[in-house]
């Protein structure tokens, strides 16, 4: 499986400016906001993150990204594993991880 | 027509009963009485049908939920179905062993309603005394406690003016999130208008604050809101389109496409009497305004009836006497400028007095009889 810069999330991706993936560092260690959950849907077969009066689908790159977010892996851990699983670059992949943590984060869907 | 997707959401009311007697309730003006409320067992039942379903989320919901003595029984049933709880109270009766009791059985999500920032104001709004006290202390103790916490304010004539001291008191709770829901016309709001509409000044440096404050609060709480529709150019898509996203089901068990659906003569089925998926797929009320048949002009032909589906099935009901009418909130709608019309009127009533929810209204006592 391939994870590209473009399209490889199907979680929400924001537009926000690249300067904003700064809030995220390389030894925080992400958990999910309290009052959210991913859980695997199985009539739909597929992940959703259900939060407050709002939920989204997380497929792909995206669900592996926010299983590890556990509060004990730091970012840099969960790029050096989502590394082992996809054949793109590993800055590319920093750099994705990132965009989508920064966005939970404004989001208030994942805490750093 | 095609099978429509599984609903995602659930409104579980699970009683009309309410220490609170807020002007605006969005509950039928005819409440349900206590002894036809569904029991535990038929609530766990429900739960396990909407989650073979795909109901994802679960609003519990009332009237007070916690006028329900069972009701952290109920919030496990939910739980152990699969299905993320949210609990929408007025947060009278969370004392810490009620807390403590939903905590153990997962509850996911606490929304707590405030009336306004000022108690003795609050405390009117609500028609319970010493209730702003009450939630405050509640809302404290529920984000002490670790669950995700909202604040729902209800906006009207009464508060609107102080929607940017609502939203700094939801941060200072410490809510995650906080909704700012201008009130929806309906139920027991319907009968109140008069005294609830605000004017159109009003709700645009309403809508300016929450803009305001959205950019403030970016990363730090969500601020969500409701829109004041009588006052809007298009009309809200209403519960994402009818049998579309979510049902929902009343204390006595009836299944509705919304809230306040049964203000239009429809055929509700009753979880008593036939499943969940069937009621979501077959029943006479659901299949009514799904889809885009029933539409009339100028929905019909109109690009955007696949983003608003014409409003609001209710609204149409309650200000044209017809549910498959264009909403008249929507500037299209031949009948918007009377819809426009009513809200000013109303908003300069100079009504200040509620009829209470639930309570009887005052009524001048008659004349005692002469004796002859």
């Known amino acids: 499986m391939l994870m ?5 999330f199907r979680l929400v991706r924001s537009g926000r400016p690249m300067a904003e993936q700064g ?22 077969q597929a992940w959703f993150l259900l939060a407050p009066e709002r939920l989204m689908e997380a497929d792909g790159p995206a669900k592996d990204i926010l299983s590890r977010c556990d509060g004990r892996r730091t970012v840099t851990e969960i790029v050096e594993e989502l590394a082992q699983i996809y054949t793109a670059d590993r800055a590319v992949i920093d750099a994705d991880v990132r965009e989508l943590l920064a966005d939970l984060v404004g989001k208030r869907l994942l805490q750093l | 027509m095609t099978a429509p997707p599984p609903p995602l959401g659930m409104l579980a009311e699970l009683t009309h009963r309410c220490p609170l007697a807020c002007p605006y309730c969005s509950n039928p003006v005819a409440l349900e009485n206590r002894a036809g409320e569904l029991g535990t067992g038929e609530w766990r039942r429900v739960f396990a049908q909407a989650a073979e379903l795909g109901v994802l989320q679960v609003h519990l919901s009332g009237g007070e939920p916690l006028a ?22 007025s947060a009278i009766g969370l004392d810490p062993e009620r807390l403590a009791g939903l ?72 809510a995650g999130r906080v909704e700012i829901a201008h009130a929806q016309y309906y139920g027991w709001a319907l009968r109140n208008r008069d005294a609830l509409m605000p004017t159109r000044p009003q709700v645009d440096r309403a809508l300016q604050a929450v803009a305001r404050l959205r950019q403030a ?33 009343t204390p006595s068990g009836r299944v509705l496409p919304c809230h306040a659906a049964e203000t239009i003569p429809l ?27 029933w539409m009339q002009e100028p929905c019909r032909s109109c690009p955007r009836r696949g983003i608003d589906f014409g409003g609001c099935r209710c609204q149409a009901m309650a200000i044209l006497h017809d549910p ?8 299209l709608s031949p009948h918007h400028a009377e819809m426009l019309e009513l809200a000013e009127l109303a908003s300069e009533s100079g009504v200040a007095e509620y009829e209470y929810r639930g309570r009887m209204k005052a009524v001048p006592r008659p004349a005692p009889s002469v004796v002859s």
């Not at chain 2, 036939?274 to 889809?291: K, N």
């Not at chain 2, 498959?324 to 500037?331: F, G, L």
């Open chain 1, 23 to 44: 809030i995220v560092k390389g030894g925080h260690r992400p958990k999910l906001a309290p009052g959210v959950r991913l859980q695997f849907d199985d009539r739909r």
């Open chain 2, 103 to 174: 905590r153990a059985a997962r509850l996911d999500h606490v929304q707590i309603s405030i009336q306004d920032t000022d108690p003795g104001s609050a405390d009117r709004i609500a028609g319970y005394r010493g209730a702003h006290e009450r939630k405050m202390a509640a809302a404290r103790a529920v984000a002490d406690a670790g669950l995700a916490l909202t604040i729902n304010a209800v906006v009207h004539r009464a508060n609107i003016e102080r929607v940017e001291a609502m939203v700094e008191i939801a941060f200072a709770l410490g």
């Open chain 2, 324 to 331: 498959a009418a264009t909403d008249p909130a929507c500037s």
């Open chain 1, 4 to 8: 590209s810069r473009r399209g490889s």
């Open chain 2, 68 to 89: 329900r003595r069972d009701v952290v029984e109920i919030t496990a049933a939910a739980h152990q179905a699969g299905l993320y709880t949210n609990l929408i109270t």
């Open chain 2, 217 to 249: 609060y970016q990363g730090r709480m969500v601020i969500d809101a409701v829109v004041p529709d009588y006052y809007a150019r298009f009309p809200k898509p209403c519960m994402g389109g009818w049998g579309r996203r979510s049902l929902n089901v």
């Open chain 2, 267 to 293: 055929e509700f089925w009753s979880v008593r009497n036939h499943a969940l998926e069937e009621i979501w797929l077959h029943s006479p009320a659901f299949q009514a305004f799904r889809g885009e048949d």
